[in-house]
């Protein structure tokens, strides 16, 4: 399985009244989606092929790399790994948006983010 954290340079979130998601690209292109469906209140994984799976059980935020555990279904639905691993090249900005989007949209899945105030676990 290849450990290589794939690259981010382009973070966007957006919201409508149906849903919140989180974009994240690198060179022109949608690497993953990650989004929570309102009506259901389901976290999915969408990639660039438009796939979409469950979310991730647990996810981890630290400094700028990003790591989600996903379900087996889900990972081979979508063709990452089962850990899959991203490194977030945008700023510190950028990354507080990640940071409040997963936050929200992961809110059932374990989690460690680092926050200003210090590393927390849920």
């Known amino acids: 399985m290849d450990s290589t954290p794939l690259r981010v340079d382009r973070v966007d979130v957006r919201q409508t009244d149906d849903e919140l998601t989180l974009i994240l690209g690198a060179a022109g292109v949608h690497v993953m989606l990650i989004r929570l469906r309102?009506?259901?209140?389901?976290?999915?994984?969408?990639?660039?092929?438009?796939?979409?799976?469950?979310?991730?059980?647990?996810?981890?935020?630290?400094?700028?790399?990003?790591?989600?555990?996903?379900?087996?279904?889900?990972?081979a639905a979508l063709g990452f790994p089962r850990d899959c691993r991203l490194h977030l090249d945008v700023d510190d900005t950028a990354i507080r948006r990640v940071r409040a989007a997963l936050l929200e949209i992961l809110q059932s899945a374990c989690f460690v983010v680092d926050t200003p105030e210090g590393r927390i676990a849920g």
């Open 38 to 75: 309102y009506d259901s209140w389901a976290d999915e994984v969408i990639n660039s092929a438009g796939s979409v799976a469950n979310g991730p059980g647990a996810w981890a935020l630290i400094n700028h790399d990003l790591s989600l555990e996903l379900g087996a279904q889900t990972a």
